[in-house]
Nanobody, 121 residues
Framework: QVQLVESGGGLVQPGGSLRLSCVASGSIFSINDMGWYRQAPGKQRELVAVASVGDRLNYADSVKGRFTISRDNAKNLVYLQMNSLKPEDTAVYYC???????????????WGQGTQVTVSS
């Protein structure tokens, strides 16, 4: 069984910073993409940032220059450093991984349970 567990959310004032972490554990052969998505109340889930195999990084336009995604492949970890946070960044942030479990027949997608980020004064 594969699990993704996020941590690091919380309440922060506008202009502040937070660092989210996500660890993938379980019967994992290899991981392709790891990324972060978010969902605000009443809105669809949207891509925030993704780190692909080969160190390719992609960001939503709304977070470019403020957020940084990074990975520790040896530990199956992905981080999201969020700086200059704005109230519109308030959402539940989800970790996503596309990976090959052991004894699987193909690539599978897994999601974490989500962590709340609230930006408010």
């Amino acid at each position: 069984q594969v699990q993704l567990v996020e941590s690091g959310g919380g309440l922060v004032q506008p202009g502040g910073s937070l660092r989210l972490s996500c660890v993938a554990s379980g019967s994992i052969f290899s991981i392709n993409d790891m990324g972060w998505y978010r969902q605000a109340p009443g809105k669809q889930r949207e891509l925030v940032a993704v780190a692909s195999v080969g160190d390719r990084l992609n960001y939503a336009d709304s977070v470019k220059g403020r957020f940084t995604i990074s990975r520790d492949n040896a530990k199956n970890l992905v981080y999201l450093q969020m700086n200059s946070l704005k109230p519109e960044d308030t959402a539940v942030y989800y970790c996503k991984a596309d990976l090959y479990p052991y004894r699987s027949t193909g690539l599978r997608t897994y999601w974490g349970q989500g962590t709340q980020v609230t930006v408010s004064s």
